[in-house]
RNA sequence: GCCAGCGUAGCUCAGACGGCAGAGCAACUGAUUUGUAAUCAGUGGGUCGGGGGUUCGAUUCCCUUCGCUGGCUCCA
């Protein structure tokens, strides 16, 4: 019969046991490991497997407990299938699909003879108490696919049937609870009752394996962490970010607003959002300028001919808008690669002029779909920080490298912190598998040649090239495509781009579209976020605000106003006859990051005692201390 | 575009069986001359997002449309 084998507790072999065949549960207990009940699942030989698996050979195990990261995904996954059972005791004829565990909880799709709603939550959570509280073992066993299509069928489970079938393989594994099974990999927590903190939070619709053109089904989206204290530390991270909502933000420091008469997705902004723009596009043509980018401009109409030469009208018209002028169709820029191909084309470009990088603050419109837009971070009108490079192809490596290490620049001003993808040949795209298999090269090659970490999105590129993208996340960690780079081998090809070699012969030159803030908006959306709207100094649309305590005060003050703004600092000033209290309130609420506050003692010693925004004042100074103390944190961009 | 939720004063929000629409803050007027996060008093302010329907009567019920939010899909 079975023989005796060896098991022990990765780490410390030397406290291993000899056993015949039994439980992980037993073989943790018999090895003393500590809190048990903690344990979610255990790895044996670096496999994750349910605590109510079988050993019976040699085993090295190592307990996964419920508040580490594993076992919260898997705290998350068990919470889906209680949910799943709940909802299918609650609704008959409720059909299940799939239910996997996400960052922070875990969600499950359903289809139901009507959507689900909102008011639908509680009583689903309060079925889910009762399974908890039932303390319901999971419980896995393996069948033939042949065997689990007959069972799901037989269940009115068809998502479940095509799942296996799409599978493929011999054998699969379901795990019940209670009354209900779930196709499954597993592992899962030993019962109900490990699940102490859940909360569900919202449903939305989502398509079956998602595609629009199948059916629309229930997700309904929770959360779960090992402890009630976790779970409530959670929601109040949430309640945090949401206070750095650059939606309720903007428009309550008067940066922009979205007008229900304009139309969806159009921003309009105010004095200070308009300053704030300003700001970062004059600091954007400097940096460019700096990096030989020529400063260029073209219209924002073009005509249609024009948009199907480059194939835009092809691949891109369905978010485009039209109009006609004088019986002549034309396209409103949704890129703004076209007039730039025009400039490089308008003379003979010999390769000694090469590259060229031209750059345009480019308004563009696309026709984004209403569901999608999205406060400033998705909208239908948007200026891009665009530039193209054209350069022959033996510079490509050199000009990814030089705007990788310009994105790195830029971010690092604003302590931003990025992920870095590269996404490959779409299903609808132009252009021959020889240049993306180049383009696709290049990029990685000047990656790792960068050294930095990326992922591939497969099938992700724009339809003329492959690219890299640089995401930055919003308070609430969703992710957003600011930087881009991307290759494009078609474009200088239909335009009949070429340069004059060394051999003299015309050769054609290879181009990039790159952008490094992104969209203006979206930046300033994430931006808004990243400094809860409190911009330092040379970002601040204000800087300074003088403020006055009382009538006898406001010379002073006008002169101080004068002269401060004279040297080019955003200054405001409040001299109403109000409380000096009230005043600082004010300033404080609009995160200006310097009050002056003048008294009489300022007035008669002609200097001033600045407020910082953190509330500490410093010490007294003459208006000039002030004014270099100011431009010199502008100029280091602190 | 699809699914769900939402839309009441400039802002934050109450409210109603279908029967003259409410508060706080803000605004305006006056008093107050004030030293680091809300001085006091008075006044004005609303097609209850738009259109249509049901009804004696609709902000409330129904339909439709616009906009916003969260997802799906799509992208800077």
């Known amino acids: 019969m079975a023989k005796g084998f060896d098991i ?76 799943a059972m709940a909802a299918k005791e609650l609704f008959p004829g409720i059909r299940v699909t799939i239910g996997p ?76 609870q209670g009354t209900f099974t779930d196709l499954c990999r597993g592992p899962h927590i030993p019962s109900t009752k490990m ?72 921003i309009v902004w105010h004095p200070k959002g308009a300053m704030l723009r300003h700001i970062l596009e004059e600091f954007e043509i400097q940096e460019h300028v700096k990096r030989g980018y020529e400063l260029v401009k073209g219209p924002t109409i073009l005509k249609t001919e024009l948009w199907k030469k480059s194939g835009h009208f092809e691949n891109y018209r369905d978010n ?69 490079i054209l350069c022959a192809p033996d510079q490509l490596n050199g000009e990814i490298k030089g705007v990788l290490d310009f994105v790195k620049e830029i971010m690092d001003v604003f302590n931003f912190e990025y992920e870095l993808e590269i996404s490959t040949r779409p299903e609808k795209s132009i252009g021959t598998d020889e240049d993306w298999e180049l383009g696709t090269t290049a990029l990685i090659k000047a990656m790792e040649e960068n050294h930095l970490p990326y992922e591939i999105n497969e099938g992700d590129g724009a339809f003329y090239g492959p690219k890299i993208d640089v995401k930055l996340k919003d308070a609430l960690g969703r992710k957003w495509q600011c930087a881009t780079i991307q290759c494009d081998f078609t474009l200088p090809e239909r335009f009949n781009l070429v340069y004059i070699d060394r051999d003299g012969q015309k050769h054609r030159p290879v181009m990039i579209h790159r952008v490094v803030l992104g969209a203006i908006e979206r930046f300033i959306g994430v931006l808004i976020e990243h400094y809860a709207g409190a911009f330092p100094a040379w970002l601040a649309p204000v800087q300074v605000k003088i403020l006055t305590v009382t009538d006898r005060n406001i010379d002073f003050g006008e002169k101080l106003l004068a002269e401060i703004t004279s040297m080019n600092i955003r200054t405001e000033a409040d001299f109403r006859n109000e409380k000096l209290s009230l005043k600082v309130r004010e300033a404080q609420l609009e995160k200006i990051p310097y009050m002056l506050i003048i008294g009489d003692k300022e007035c008669e010693e002609e200097g001033v005692t600045p407020r910082q925004r953190s509330g500490q004042n410093l010490p007294f100074m003459k208006p000039e201390e002030f004014i270099d103390l100011i431009s010199d944190e502008c100029k280091q961009r602190r």
């Open 195 to 266: 699940v102490k903190a859940f909360h569900l939070t919202k449903v939305a619709g989502a398509y079956w394996r998602g595609d629009e053109n199948r059916a629309m089904l229930s997700r309904v989206y929770g959360i779960a962490f090992a402890d009630r204290k976790s779970l409530q530390q959670h929601l109040h991270r949430l309640e945090e970010a949401r206070k750095r909502n650059h939606v309720k933000l903007g428009p309550q420091l008067d940066l922009f607003n979205t007008y229900d008469e304009v139309g969806a997705g159009m």
């Open 8 to 83: 022990h507790i990765k780490g410390h072999p030397s406290e291993g046991l000899k056993v015949e065949p039994l439980s992980i549960s037993e073989a943790l207990n018999l090895l003393k490991v500590k809190n048990i009940e903690g344990i979610a699942a255990a790895r044996v030989n670096g496999v994750l497997r349910d605590i109510s698996g079988t050993l019976e050979t040699e085993s090295e195990l190592e307990p996964v407990y419920i508040n580490s990261d594993e076992g919260l995904d898997i705290l998350r996954h068990s919470t889906s299938h209680i949910m």
């Open 101 to 176: 565990s996400i960052q922070d909880g875990f969600y499950y799709d359903f289809d139901y003879e009507r959507p689900l709603r909102e008011e639908d939550l509680p009583d689903i959570e309060k079925k889910m108490k009762e399974i908890i509280a039932a303390d319901l073992p999971f419980s896995r066993r393996e069948l033939s696919s042949s065997e689990a299509i007959e069972f799901f069928r037989s269940e009115g489970e068809d998502y479940k049937v095509e799942l296996i079938n799409d599978l493929g393989a011999e054998r699969v594994s379901l795990y019940t």
């Open 320 to 388: 485009m808008y039209f109009t006609t002028i004088d019986d002549n169709s034309y396209g409103i820029k949704p890129m703004n690669c076209l007039s730039h191909m025009l400039i490089y084309g308008s003379k003979i470009r010999s390769y000694r002029d090469l590259p060229k990088r031209y750059f345009e603050l480019g308004t563009v419109h696309r026709h984004e779909r209403s569901g999608v837009l999205h406060g400033l971070l998705r909208v239908r009108e948007f200026t891009q920080d665009d530039a193209h």
